[in-house]
């Protein structure tokens, strides 16, 4: 299968952990609607650990390509943007009603256009197989991360303390803030 070793391939083995993170992120996508939080949460951390593995698969063997740079793109942006938003919003937003209720789906809309934002920034400035030493501005796994915290500690915050965190973090992702590249 010299497939897997190829550069040029879409179906290369870089591709294929991507899109296994692809995967878990529409799982937990699903597993949330069914108020499943738990087995959500296993297949997004799953995600994450794909999104690590698939990044040093590319840097290790030369996999990556410029249609690599854009399904990792969208698999973050399934797996760190729009599940952790909806984990929150089906987790902690559920319950409320009017005014609440408008000001935490516009809230949810922001988070979920800074990330696509970042996302699409990143690309329009990477290059293929080449890793800064920084990211400017907090990456979406790591937004991911602090929504996944601010969901553990929203039976102490309440619902207006986790708004107020999920608009801060939103902001974040495209902030000027220079976070070290692991």
């Known amino acids: 299968m010299p497939f897997l070793w190829r550069s040029t391939s879409h179906f290369n083995l870089a591709n294929l952990v991507t899109m296994a ?89 922001y988070y979920v256009i800074s990330g696509l934002r970042r996302l699409i920034q990143f690309n329009i400035n990477a290059d293929a197989g080449e890793v800064a030493k920084h990211f400017t501005g907090v990456p979406t796994p790591l937004g991911a991360i602090l929504l996944w915290l601010v969901w553990l500690g929203s039976g102490f915050i309440g619902w207006m303390g986790v708004l107020a965190l999920m608009i801060f973090i939103g902001a974040l992702l495209n902030s000027k803030v220079k976070i070290p590249h692991l």
């Not at 290790?60 to 984990?87: C, K, M, W, Y």
């Open 21 to 109: 993170n692809i995967t878990c992120g529409l799982l937990a996508t699903y597993f949330i609607t069914q108020n499943q939080f738990i087995l959500a949460v296993i297949l997004a951390w799953m995600g994450g650990a794909f999104d690590i593995i698939d990044g040093k698969i590319a840097r290790r063997f030369g996999l990556s390509n410029e249609f690599g740079i854009q399904l990792d793109s969208f698999a973050d942006f399934l797996s760190f943007v729009l599940v952790p938003t909806f984990f929150i919003f089906q987790g902690v937003y559920a319950h409320l009603s009017g005014i609440p209720l408008i000001i935490t789906s516009i809230a949810s809309i």
